[in-house]
């Protein structure tokens, strides 16, 4: 190989860098061919070290990680639930058409890989596919769930459980995958729960009972008819809670002469709020209630 065919292979390769993928990363931006490729190589590195895997080409893995989407640096990336066996086809094609210029001994090593890849008959070619699938949905796990289609939902769950069944060490890992995208979802639902349950002005506050910093259970219906002004906050003594408290208490006489009771929400206990309200000088009369209920109302 001269070091011009060298650099003709590299420059085309390094379309990879640029070419999009439908996976976001962490830092909000779309992840590439080449981000997707290098990671499955390293994933194949780290299994060498597997009892599992012992008797595996794991050079032969990883070569196939790297050429894998050589392919898409002509056609593009297109998400699998979107790529047709036309697409698959002209791919596969444009591929052949750049490697039959490639030095006779790279273009046969290439074409064999490649041979193999497809067949999916030998535990490397397995192995590599299986990582594949697997590095899609870490990215996707790993990307803001607003980035996801409806559809990926199901695909999460379902996007290479076939192609790891051959295997009980990927068999195990796809399991603890599937965890992190179980929980991902369910704290989206929760999430959204929370933001269709979330009072609006004209809203009817929830009702709640709740011990006051004297230990004694006050219902909020106990100030029907009056004016109250409830605000939470996070912590007894904390810098920026003091402070807060400390404005409530200056405005307090204004809110009595509209007829305002002033209560504040906390998790800590009635004990606290009696050494909060005691070294901070807070109004005697102001209530501070105990509780985890009423944040989450």
């Known amino acids: ?21 439908h996976c976001y990363t962490t830092a909000d931006r779309r992840e590439s061919v080449a981000d997707h490729s290098w990671r499955i190589s390293l994933m194949a590195m780290l299994l060498s070290g597997e009892r599992e895997f012992e008797t595996l080409d794991m050079n032969r893995v990883i070569r196939m990680c790297l ?22 086809t002209v791919e596969a094609n444009l591929f052949d058409q750049w490697i039959a210029f490639f030095p006779e001994k790279q273009r046969d090593e290439w074409r064999s890989l490649l041979t193999e890849m ?12 299986a990582l594949d699938k697997l590095e899609a949905v ?16 199901d695909l999460q769950l379902t996007y290479g459980h076939e192609n790891v069944m051959f295997s009980p060490y990927l068999t195990s890992f796809k399991s603890a995958i599937d965890e992190v995208t179980l929980e991902k979802i369910q704290s989206e639902q929760t999430k959204k729960k929370k933001e269709n349950s979330m009072l609006e002005i004209g809203n009817k506050a929830p009702e709640f ?36 408290a400390c404005s409530f208490a200056e405005l307090q006489p204004e809110f009595e002469a509209c007829g305002a009771v002033i209560i504040g ?14 070294k901070k000088i807070l109004p005697c009369t102001w209530d501070f209630f105990e509780d985890q209920s009423a944040l989450n109302s």
């Open 1 to 21: 190989m001269t070091p011009e065919q060298f650099l003709s292979i590299l420059g085309t390769a390094a379309r990879l860098k640029t070419t999009l993928r």
């Open 67 to 88: 050429i894998h989407d050589l392919g898409e640096a002509f056609t593009g990336d297109i998400p699998t639930f979107l790529k047709t066996e036309q697409a698959e």
């Open 118 to 129: 497809n067949r999916l008959e030998t535990p490397e070619a397995r192995t590599y596919k």
């Open 138 to 153: 870490i990215s996707h796990n790993e990307s803001d769930i607003s980035t996801w289609l409806p559809l990926e939902y």
């Open 209 to 244: 009972t709740l011990p006051d910093q004297n230990g004694n259970m006050v219902k909020l219906s106990n100030f029907h008819g009056q004016k109250v002004v409830l605000y939470f906050y996070s912590k007894d003594m904390t810098s920026g809670c003091t402070k807060q």
């Open 265 to 278: 929400i906390s998790k800590d206990t009635s004990e606290s709020h009696q050494r909060f309200i005691s």
